[in-house]
C-alpha cells in the first residue's frame, strides 16, 4: 500500500485546490441555490480524470454519479455523498468567508468542509490516486451523489429504487461522512433511525369565542391534550396499538457496541440544563434506550392566545406537531395508518393528520463481515480502535441504500467540526488520513 | 307617578345634552385616557344639580361617588357605573364618529352609550325630576362610578370594602347596564359567574434541543398534555379534588327562571359553526349547564416551534393559558391552592402556576323582594313581562357589591346595542323608559 499513500501524499495540494472550488460553490439547497452548477462541477472534475460521470433529472437537484470499473472480476464499492450544504447562518460568527476554504492551523474552515464536500474530495483523492499511479484499482468503484440532502432528500429514495439494480448495483457502501470522537478515535455508524414529520390538527368552529361559551361549546385545545395524552402515557409508553410490534430488537453485538460508545452523562445533563434523564434512567439503561428505543416527540403546539397577559377566548383552532423516531422494522406507512385508527378508536374522530415526510430506520449488522473490514482498515491507518455506532440516535435516511446492501458511514471530520454550525471545518490531516482509509479498504475488499 | 314621569319627558333635552358632553370625553381606560377628566366632568354635573359629590383617587381611575339623602328615614338605593368605555376600534367601521353622540332615526349612536355613559345618565335624569319639581324623593340615593371596569376593575374591591358601611352602605343596587331582548322585553340580571385567570408553564431544559434527544430528555410539551388531561377528563368533569365542593346549586325558582330566557340552539350552533354542543347536550341541560356551570378553559397553548412546516425540536419549556368560570360559593383563592395541591399530587411539581386574577360569582337570589321590585317596575313602564337572568354566563365583579346587597343589573341598550362594537347605540324612548323605571322602582322601595 505504501506507493498508494505516497501517492495520495503527493495529490494533496490538488485535494486542497479542488476543495476549495467545490465549497466555494454556495450549493445551499434550503435557497436552491447553485445546484445545477455544483453537479456540473462535479462531472467536469471527474471527466478530467477520465472516470465516467452522469447527472440525473430528480427533484430539486440533479443527482451526480460516476463509475469507475475495473476489467476484471471484482467487487464494487459505491459511495453515497451529497454536494448540498446547510445555509451558513449565521454568518456573523465566522472568522472567514464561509463558502471561502480558508487553513488555519492545520485545519481548513468553509461550509461543507466536513458534512460533506470533503469526504466527496477524499474518496475521488484515492482513486485519483490509482490513476495516478497507472494502477487498477482492486475494486470496481460508484458514486451517487445527491443534490437535496439538508432538504430531506425527498426524490432520493425513488431514484435509488429506479437504479439499484444497474447504476447502483454494489456489494458494500460507504456513507456520507463521520467523524472522530473527542478522544480521537475514528467513529463507523451502520444506521440511523427512522422518521416520520406530521401535525395534527383539530378544529371545532369557525371562529375564537368569548371563553363564557366553553362550558357548552367545545375546546380544540382541550380535546388536543386528550388527543396527545391518549398517545403516550406520563411511563413514556406509547399507546398506538401495535406501535411496537415490528421492532426486531438489537442483538448481543449490537448492544455490546453501543456500550463501548462514550456517553458522558453528567457533562449532557450539564449541557442541556436537565435535572435528570428521563424517567430517571442512568448508565446502560439509559444508553440502550437513547439508540435503540422508538420515540414519539412533541415538536410544537398551537392554540388560541400567545401574547402577554390574559385573553379569556376559546380558540376554535389546536394544533400540534410531532415527530416519531423508528427502529428497525417499524414501517412508517403501517404506524401513520395504525395512528389513524387510533384517533378514531379513543373517540377522536375529528384529528385531522397532517402527514409531511417519513422513512424507516436503517441498519447494517454489526456482524457483517463489511464492519469488520472497514474497522480493520480505520485501526491500520488512524492507529486507533474505532467506535462502532450501530444505530444513531438521529435520522437520515440511510435505509434506501442499506435496504440492498451493507452501509457504514465514515468521514473526516473531527469533534468539534461543528456542522451546520459557523465555522465548520476538517483537520488537513484527518482529511488526508481519510483518503489512505479508503485506499486500505479497497484494498480488503478483494 | 305621572307628574314625574311629565318632568322626566320634560328633560329629555338636558339628558341628551348632558349625554353628548359626557360621551364626547374619550375616556378609554385601556388607554389611561381622558380619566381625571371624565370623573371631573361627572363632579362638575352632579353639583351643579346640587348633589354631594366626591372624587377618590383609586387604580388607574379615581372613583367618582355622589349621594342625595332625603331628611326622614329611608331605604337606599345605590347606583353601580363605570364612566370608562372600550377603546372605539374598528374606527372605520362608525357611520358617525364614535365619541360624538349623534341622533339617527331615533337612535343615539357613539361609544359608551349602553355602556354605559347612557344609564348613569338616565339615573340623575330620573332624581333631577324630583329636584326641578322641588319634590324630596322617596329614598336616599347614591351613586358610584369607577374608571376601571373595561380595564379589569383592579382596584373596586379594595374599594368597596373600605366604604361599604359607609359611602356606599344601600339596601339594594342597581347595576351597571342591561338592555332588551331581541322580543324588546327587558332583562333583568341578578348575578354573573366569577373568574380566575392564569398560565402554567413547565420548562424542562434551557434550551431548545434536537428531538433525537426526546427518547431520554423530558420534554415539556408532553408534561404539559398530561398535566391538562389530568385536569379534566373528555367528560367534561373538572378532576380537581374538592373542585366542586363549595359550589351552591340555583333553586328551582333560579332554574325556572333561566328556562324562561330564549335559547335559540340553532341559531347559535350556525353563528359559531359548531356541529353540536358539548357532551352532545340540548334543551334544558343545555341552558342549565350554560348558566350553573363552572368551566375549566383552555385560552391558550404555547410550546416550540410553530412555523411553517416542520422543525424536528425538542421544546424547552411549554404553557398555556387558563380561565376558571366560577359559580356560586367557589372561592378563588380555596381554587388556586387546590390546584396547586393536584398537581403535586399527580406527579406535576415542575408545573409552575401564574395566577393572574380572580373573583367570585355573584348571585343575588331570584326571590329576593328587591327582584319583585325591580320586575313590577320594568312590566310596569315597559308593558312586558321582564326576563329574570339569574346569573350571566360571562364573568363581571359583581360579587365586590353582592356580597352586601341585593342586585339587578337593567339598562337602556336594545337588543343590537353592539356594545364594545362599532356604532354602539340606545335607542331615544328606551333612554327615557329607563329614567322612569328608576322613578318607579324608587317609589316602589318606601
Same mark, same amino acid.
Given at each position: 500500500?505504501?506507493?498508494?499513500?505516497?501517492?495520495?501524499?503527493?495529490?494533496?495540494?490538488?485535494?486542497?485546490?479542488?476543495?476549495?472550488?467545490?465549497?466555494?460553490?454556495?450549493?445551499?439547497?434550503?435557497?436552491?441555490?447553485?445546484?445545477?452548477?455544483?453537479?456540473?462541477?462535479?462531472?467536469?472534475?471527474?471527466?478530467?480524470?477520465?472516470?465516467?460521470?452522469?447527472?440525473?433529472?430528480?427533484?430539486?437537484?440533479?443527482?451526480?454519479?460516476?463509475?469507475?470499473? *475495473? /476489467? #476484471?472480476?471484482?467487487? %464494487? !464499492? @459505491?459511495?453515497?455523498?451529497?454536494?448540498?450544504?446547510?445555509?451558513?447562518?449565521?454568518?456573523?460568527?465566522?472568522?472567514?468567508?464561509?463558502?471561502?476554504?480558508?487553513?488555519?492551523?492545520?485545519?481548513?474552515?468553509?461550509?461543507?468542509?466536513?458534512?460533506?464536500?470533503?469526504?466527496?474530495?477524499?474518496?475521488?483523492?484515492?482513486?485519483?490516486?490509482?490513476?495516478?499511479?497507472?494502477?487498477?484499482?482492486?475494486?470496481?468503484?460508484?458514486?451517487?451523489?445527491?443534490?437535496?440532502?439538508?432538504?430531506?432528500?425527498?426524490?432520493?429514495?425513488?431514484? *435509488? /429504487? #429506479?437504479?439499484?439494480? %444497474? !447504476? @447502483?448495483?454494489?456489494?458494500?457502501?460507504?456513507?456520507?461522512?463521520?467523524?472522530?470522537?473527542?478522544?480521537?478515535?475514528?467513529?463507523?455508524?451502520?444506521?440511523?433511525?427512522?422518521?416520520?414529520?406530521?401535525?395534527?390538527?383539530?378544529?371545532?368552529?369557525?371562529?375564537?369565542?368569548?371563553?363564557?361559551?366553553?362550558?357548552?361549546?367545545?375546546?380544540?385545545?382541550?380535546?388536543?391534550?386528550?388527543?396527545?395524552?391518549?398517545?403516550?402515557?406520563?411511563?413514556?409508553?406509547?399507546?398506538?396499538?401495535?406501535?411496537?410490534?415490528?421492532?426486531?430488537?438489537?442483538?448481543?453485538?449490537?448492544?455490546?457496541?453501543?456500550?463501548?460508545?462514550?456517553?458522558?452523562?453528567?457533562?449532557?445533563?450539564?449541557?442541556?440544563?436537565?435535572?435528570?434523564?428521563?424517567?430517571?434512567?442512568?448508565?446502560?439503561?439509559?444508553?440502550?434506550?437513547?439508540?435503540?428505543?422508538?420515540?414519539?416527540?412533541?415538536?410544537?403546539?398551537?392554540?388560541?392566545?400567545?401574547?402577554?397577559?390574559?385573553?379569556?377566548?376559546?380558540?376554535?383552532?389546536?394544533?400540534?406537531?410531532?415527530?416519531?423516531?423508528?427502529?428497525?422494522?417499524?414501517?412508517?406507512?403501517?404506524?401513520?395508518?395504525?395512528?389513524?385508527?387510533?384517533?378514531?378508536?379513543?373517540?377522536?374522530?375529528?384529528?385531522?393528520?397532517?402527514?409531511?415526510?417519513?422513512?424507516?430506520?436503517?441498519?447494517?449488522?454489526?456482524?457483517?463481515?463489511?464492519?469488520?473490514?472497514?474497522?480493520?482498515?480505520?485501526?491500520?491507518?488512524?492507529?486507533?480502535?474505532?467506535?462502532?455506532?450501530?444505530?444513531?440516535?438521529?435520522?437520515?435516511?440511510?435505509?434506501?441504500?442499506?435496504?440492498?446492501?451493507?452501509?457504514?458511514?465514515?468521514?473526516?471530520?473531527?469533534?468539534?467540526?461543528?456542522?451546520?454550525?459557523?465555522?465548520?471545518?476538517?483537520?488537513?490531516?484527518?482529511?488526508?488520513?481519510?483518503?489512505?482509509?479508503?485506499?486500505?479498504?479497497?484494498?480488503?475488499?478483494?
Amino acid at each position: 500500500m505504501k506507493h498508494i499513500y505516497a501517492q495520495i501524499e503527493r495529490n494533496k495540494a490538488w485535494a486542497i485546490e479542488t476543495l476549495k472550488k467545490y465549497i466555494a460553490l454556495e450549493s445551499v439547497s434550503a435557497r436552491r441555490k447553485c445546484l445545477p452548477e455544483t453537479a456540473g462541477f462535479l462531472r467536469d472534475t471527474f471527466s478530467r480524470l477520465k472516470i465516467n460521470a452522469s447527472i440525473h433529472k430528480a427533484g430539486i437537484a440533479p443527482v451526480f454519479c460516476a463509475e469507475h470499473l *475495473v /476489467k #476484471k472480476p471484482a467487487k %464494487t !464499492l @459505491l459511495f453515497y455523498n451529497h454536494y448540498d450544504v446547510q445555509p451558513e447562518d449565521p454568518v456573523g460568527e465566522w472568522f472567514s468567508p464561509p463558502f471561502k476554504l480558508t487553513e488555519r492551523n492545520g485545519l481548513l474552515f468553509g461550509r461543507g468542509t466536513a458534512d460533506n464536500k470533503g469526504n466527496l474530495i477524499a474518496r475521488l483523492w484515492a482513486l485519483k490516486s490509482y490513476l495516478d499511479l497507472g494502477i487498477a484499482p482492486p475494486v470496481n468503484l460508484k458514486f451517487v451523489v445527491e443534490g437535496e440532502e439538508e432538504s430531506g432528500s425527498e426524490s432520493f429514495p425513488a431514484f *435509488v /429504487k #429506479k437504479h439499484r439494480s %444497474t !447504476l @447502483l448495483k454494489a456489494d458494500c457502501c460507504i456513507w456520507e461522512s463521520g467523524s472522530k470522537d473527542e478522544k480521537g478515535r475514528p467513529q463507523i455508524t451502520l444506521g440511523a433511525k427512522g422518521i416520520i414529520d406530521l401535525e395534527i390538527s383539530i378544529e371545532c368552529a369557525k371562529a375564537d369565542m368569548h371563553s363564557s361559551n366553553g362550558v357548552i361549546a367545545p375546546n380544540p385545545a382541550w380535546r388536543l391534550a386528550w388527543a396527545l395524552a391518549s398517545l403516550k402515557g406520563s411511563d413514556e409508553n406509547i399507546l398506538i396499538d401495535g406501535f411496537y410490534d415490528d421492532i426486531v430488537r438489537p442483538c448481543d453485538e449490537e448492544i455490546a457496541a453501543i456500550r463501548k460508545i462514550p456517553f458522558n452523562e453528567k457533562e449532557r445533563r450539564k449541557k442541556a440544563g436537565i435535572k435528570e434523564f428521563l424517567l430517571g434512567l442512568t448508565g446502560r439503561d439509559l444508553v440502550e434506550r437513547y439508540y435503540f428505543e422508538p420515540a414519539l416527540n412533541i415538536n410544537g403546539l398551537t392554540s388560541g392566545y400567545q401574547g402577554e397577559g390574559h385573553k379569556t377566548v376559546l380558540p376554535h383552532k389546536a394544533s400540534a406537531k410531532l415527530d416519531f423516531r423508528l427502529v428497525p422494522e417499524q414501517d412508517p406507512v403501517k404506524i401513520i395508518s395504525r395512528l389513524k385508527k387510533h384517533f378514531i378508536a379513543k373517540g377522536f374522530p375529528d384529528v385531522k393528520i397532517n402527514f409531511a415526510h417519513g422513512y424507516s430506520a436503517a441498519m447494517t449488522p454489526v456482524t457483517d463481515p463489511f464492519v469488520k473490514t472497514v474497522s480493520d482498515a480505520c485501526r491500520e491507518v488512524y492507529r486507533k480502535e474505532p467506535v462502532i455506532n450501530p444505530m444513531m440516535a438521529a435520522s437520515t435516511p440511510m435505509y434506501t441504500l442499506s435496504e440492498y446492501l451493507p452501509i457504514a458511514s465514515i468521514g473526516a471530520g473531527h469533534a468539534d467540526s461543528n456542522i451546520h454550525g459557523p465555522n465548520e471545518s476538517i483537520i488537513i490531516k484527518d482529511f488526508l488520513e481519510s483518503a489512505k482509509v479508503i485506499a486500505n479498504i479497497m484494498e480488503r475488499l478483494i
